[in-house]
């Protein structure tokens, strides 16, 4: 079974702390993702990585960066935490080719930004 | 901007029925389509994926594809109240790259006894 886990389930932090969020996956997944879940928009992505070191902004990019040092990991980062970045974070992770590129997701991170 | 239009629902069938959740997108280039059950405070789950036109069957799960109207549907036959979730549908790129998926905001299935 593909397996997504994330640092934290619930996150607390105050406006303007540099928050790191750490995804890691046992696939052996290229590609990595970064999403936020809000109420009424949905799921939109982030950052997204396909490879190590590599990196290429989603849709809603602004006040985040991420890092992949690693295959395994892949972090976002919130240089200062702002109260309309308070939202749940998924992570997923997928296969670049073949038949079975769909991303499996983690079990999320709420984060409440105060 | 690529667009996955769900209806937001609810949709509420009798346990035992059919429920049918549809879901339209916009880019024509789509070709990976998948539907995701969220249950409340949890992350999605992939349920079914469907590349192709036509019918795919898993289970209670059907998926149905029409890329000339760009509709993608998702029947559950014998609805259980284990079902009442909401569903997702995302569309993506060609299988081979990218896989970058855009996401419907989802139909919230209710399954009442």
């Known amino acids: 079974d593909v397996k997504v886990t994330q640092s934290s389930r619930y996150l607390v932090k105050r406006t303007g702390e540099k928050v790191f969020l750490e995804c890691v996956q046992d696939?052996?997944?290229?590609?990595m993702f970064w999403y936020r879940q809000d109420p009424g928009l949905g799921l939109r992505l982030i950052y997204f990585?396909?490879?190590?070191?590599?990196?290429e902004k989603g849709d809603i990019p602004e006040g985040y960066s991420v890092s992949r040092e690693k295959k395994e990991r892949f972090s976002l980062i919130l240089e200062s935490a702002s109260t309309n970045q308070t939202s749940m974070y998924l992570c997923a992770s997928s296969y670049h080719r073949g038949p079975n590129v769909m991303p499996y997701f983690g079990p999320g991170t709420r984060l409440t930004v105060t | 901007q690529k667009e996955v239009e769900q209806n937001s629902g609810p949709l509420s069938v009798p346990e035992g029925a059919i429920a049918s959740l549809n879901c339209t997108y916009s880019?024509?280039?789509?070709?990976?389509f998948f539907w995701y059950r969220q249950y409340s405070g949890k992350s999605p789950e992939l349920i079914m994926f469907i590349y192709s036109n036509g019918d795919k069957e898993d289970g209670r799960f059907t998926a149905q594809l029409n890329k000339a109207s760009q509709y993608v549907s998702l029947l559950i036959r014998d609805s259980q109240p284990s079902d009442s979730a909401t569903y997702l549908c995302?569309?993506?790129?060609?299988?081979?790259?990218?896989?970058?998926?855009?996401f419907g905001t989802g139909t919230q299935l209710k399954v009442e006894l």
């Open positions: 696939m052996d997944h290229e590609n």
């Open positions: 880019d024509r280039g789509s070709q990976s």
């Open positions: 990585s396909y490879d190590v070191k590599m990196k």
């Open positions: 995302a569309v993506g790129g060609a299988p081979g790259g990218g896989n970058k998926l855009t």
